[in-house]
């Protein structure tokens, strides 16, 4: 469906975005929402009340998010729900880290995102699904997890985003409860292998923790999700180690394998951490499935 066809279109804010900053955009929202047939604007007030909102969206051809990957990963999993994945997404970046922006090329500034929704070019990219959710980015296991569930714990304590607040979490769990952990993997429905791993991220797009290059080669309209598994590390390598993996620049490790799958599956006998898209999760297990070019999002043409 072409953008300047659509008909129905939604606008959800996430004002709590990027430590309530993305608040101050609502009224120049509003006036952009003029030119896009007069299109609803929503502001959400509590957590998950976007997935509801998308979740009850009927005869909609648009929705265009102001928010971080937490409100988007919010809306496309309402519209999973109600079975409306052929909604045309748009994103205007508001949040800290804003990986999936990224990854769609979408830009940072506000009016350069609002000419390129309104300039209406759309792409199919894939999704990945993990235990009932889909997922636009990325889904972290191990140690990238924890850092990412304590940097939600501080950002306001911080006032900080992207990769300051990651370094900051990270410093605290270094100095503090330092592990890695014994899991069975297995890819793409193969023979099952026992490893001790440091983290494993399961990626969509090439970033993640606001920019973090973990899968450096990542496309999300490949119909591929990239996989870095890192071994465990010593505490004190994981330091020096650590800029080269923020840069994209760790294929040269001995640790450090990558992959392309269709399908990952994580075993633990002890709870794993994990992060959604951001969202902490905590499983013993993990079933990731590739959807290839399950949604259509407006990009620059």
Known sequence: ?????????KVIVNPQANHGQAAALIPAVRQAAVHWNNAEVLVTTHY???TEMAAEFIGVDGVIVVGGDGSIFEVVNGLAAAGRLDTVLGIIPAGSGNDFAKAIGM????????????????????????????FTNSLAVGFDARVAHLANEIKE???????????????????????????????????????KILLA?????????????????ADNTDGWLDVCVIDALPRRQVFWRLPFAIAGRHKWM????????????????????????????????????????????????
Not at 123 to 131: E, K, N, P, T, V
């Open 201 to 217: 991220a399961i990626n969509n797009g090439s970033t993640y923790g606001g920019g973090f290059k973990i899968t450096p080669d």
């Open 48 to 50: 998950g009340q976007a």
């Open 157 to 195: 304590e911080t006032r900080q985003s992207g990769i300051r607040l990651y370094l900051t979490a990270l410093w605290r769990i270094m100095f503090g409860d330092y592990y890695c952990h014994d899991v069975r993997l297995r890819l793409n429905d193969g023979e099952w292998v026992e490893k």
């Open 254 to 301: 001995k640790q450090a394998s990558f992959y392309r799958v269709t399908s990952v599956d994580i075993q633990s006998d002890a709870p794993l951490p994990a992060a959604l898209d951001g969202e902490l999760i905590i499983n013993k297990t993990f079933r990731v499935e590739i959807k290839p070019g399950a949604l259509e999002v407006l990009v620059e043409s």
């Open 1 to 9: 469906m072409a953008w300047p066809g659509a008909r129905i279109i």
């Open 107 to 134: 830009p940072r500034d506000f009016k350069a995102a609002v000419s390129v929704i309104g300039q209406g070019k759309t792409r199919s990219i894939d999704l990945g699904a993990a235990d009932g959710r889909v």
